[in-house]
């Protein structure tokens, strides 16, 4: 992750460019990623509502999500808790194995862009201050997982596909 910080910082500084080209644009629907935790309120300050879109699987963020877990937007979990599924979870057996939730617990301590955003925090807001997700998976392979998701966030979610990469 040495350039990692360097690149969310990179991403913020896009910021007043962005504005503008929304300003210029006015579209009526504004897709982002987790890097751009404040593109929603720009999204909206030009009338358009922001979706947000997920380049992992339903599975990963209702697993990886604080809420279900009964902690709210700014919760860290433990390499404990990161090994358990959450409560209601479609699939109770699956968890992280040690490595795994080492290294997502680690990124409770790191802090990203140009306001010092801690990592995880990016990531439940860009969910939360969204008026949609997109994820990419589709219904017939996550139904249950997005079913989750909808349930503890009360948000629509617009499946994209697989998108699968060419052979």
Excluded: Q
Excluded at 120 to 135: N, Q, T
């Amino acid at each position: 992750m040495r350039a990692g910080p360097y690149l969310f910082d990179a991403y913020d500084l896009t910021r007043p460019d962005i504005e503008s080209s929304l300003s210029n644009l006015r579209p009526d629907v504004v897709f982002y990623d987790f890097a751009a935790h404040w593109l929603p309120g720009l999204a909206r300050k030009y009338g358009a509502r922001p979706v947000y879109y997920s380049m992992f699987c339903t599975t990963f963020f209702a697993y990886l999500s604080p809420r279900p877990r009964g902690l709210g937007p700014k919760g860290l979990m433990s390499e404990a808790e990161f090994m358990v599924a959450p409560p209601g979870f479609p699939s109770p057996g699956m968890g992280l194995r040690v490595h795994e939730a080492r290294h997502h617990a680690w990124l409770n301590g790191f802090r990203v862009g140009l306001g010092k955003v801690p990592f995880w925090e990016l990531f439940y807001r860009a969910i939360e201050e969204s008026d949609a997700v997109c994820c990419r998976s589709c219904r017939e392979m996550e139904g249950s997982f997005g079913d989750y998701f909808v349930k503890h966030f009360k948000k629509p979610l617009l499946w994209a596909g697989p998108l699968l990469p060419s052979p």
